[in-house]
Each structure stands twice: as C-alpha cells, then as structure tokens.
C-alpha cells in the first residue's frame, strides 16, 4: 500500500515493486490507483492550510492550469503503468485497477466534474484485460452515504472494495457473483454511526474524525 497525491508519485512505487528480493519477488501483486483528489484539495488552498498546500507551486495554479497539469500528468505516467500491468509483467496475473476519484456529497463544483471527466477520457483506449478503468464517481454517486470530511465511509469503502477485488479476483480463475443485489443482516457501519460514535474523536485519540472510522 503506497499513499500517492499526484501522478508522479506511481513510479516510486512501480519501482518499489520491480526491486523486490527473495520471495517477494514471487509474490502476485497488483496495482490499484485513484489520483486526483490532492489536485483538486490544492485549488484554492488557504496559503496556511498545510494540510492541503502539500506541493506549494500547485496551490497558485487556476483551475485552467490544474486540469492540464492532471491531464499531462497522467498522460507521462499512464504508459509506463501499461507496462507493468500487462501479461508477462510484474502485475501481469491480476491486473491493475485505474479510476476516477469517488465522489462526495459537497462535490458540485465545476472542477470535480471536469477531473473525472479527463480520467475518462485519458483511459479511453488504453484499456485492456488486465489494464482497466472503473469509474469510482459514478459508482459512489449511487451509494446514498455521506462522506467524511472528505473519506469514504467504511460501509462505501466495502462496496468499493468489492468492485474492486470483484474485477481482479477472476483473473485468477475465482469469479466474482453474478448476482447484482446484495443484503447485510446486523449492525453496519454507516456515516451516521460514525459521527455518533466518534463525537469526541480527540478524547479518544485520534486528530480527526475520519482516523476514527478508519
């Protein structure tokens, strides 16, 4: 697991994984990235904000500048991650995962629409069975649960997680369910269980609510 804010942060770990000793050398892997949300946090970041001023030259772009450096980001670092997930590569078995960024409820400004617009249209043609685009904002739009100041929920990171492993997990001759309804029974762990149980997030630890649900 390799924490990315922006497209040139994925060869660091291409390389990680290439560089491998002994077993792990052997060892299946494969590659699952969701870039975007750190280019969109920097639009508009308060010069004090260092939570989101993570790249200082990016906060003074316009929203113009922050599209294309996304665009041309993704483009420079797309075919070297083709590489690595095609068969006979390092990632070749299982297959890579490339998506959108998911989606929350306070996203309705122009730009987060743009940025899933371009990841869309930049794995347009590149796709294959081992090289594959999901397109998480459309997905999460249709789970009716809230965000955490900005992180998913544990109940949406579990049905992203199915989509996700749904799709790498039959590459290795075990298929996912060919149903398209699902039901929990017992207690589940919504956005609104969350806030209740975290309340006082700080008196238990943590800096910030979504590190509770975590």
């Not at 946090?41 to 599209?67: G, H, Q």
């Not at 347009?124 to 999460?140: E, I, K, M």
């Not at 579990?158 to 039959?170: E, V």
């Amino acid at each position: 697991n390799f924490f990315g804010e922006y497209w040139d942060d994925l060869p660091i770990a291409i390389d990680a994984m290439r560089s491998m000793t002994s077993d792990w050398k052997q060892a299946e892997v494969a590659l699952i990235a969701a870039i975007g949300l750190w280019y969109t946090n920097s639009f508009r970041c308060a010069p004090d904000a260092a939570w989101c001023a993570t790249r200082p030259e990016v906060d003074t772009y316009k929203m113009p500048e922050i599209l294309d450096a996304y665009r041309t980001g993704a483009e420079e670092v797309l075919p070297t991650l083709q590489k690595f997930c095609e068969p006979g590569d390092r990632a070749g078995k299982m297959g890579c995962i490339i998506s959108s960024i998911d989606h929350c409820q306070y996203m309705n400004g122009e730009i987060w629409h743009l940025m899933r617009d371009i990841m869309e249209h930049t794995m347009s043609g590149r796709t294959s069975n081992t090289f594959r685009y999901v397109d998480l904002w459309t997905y999460t739009l249709q789970i009716p649960e809230d965000c955490l100041i900005g992180h998913q929920s544990p109940f949406s990171g579990i049905l992203t997680w199915q989509l996700f492993l749904g799709g790498l997990c039959p590459a290795r001759g075990r298929p996912s369910s060919d149903g398209s309804l699902m039901s929990f029974e017992g207690e589940t762990c919504r956005a609104h269980n969350i806030v209740e149980k975290c309340h006082d997030y700080k008196s238990q630890g943590f800096n910030f609510l979504w590190e509770c649900d975590l």
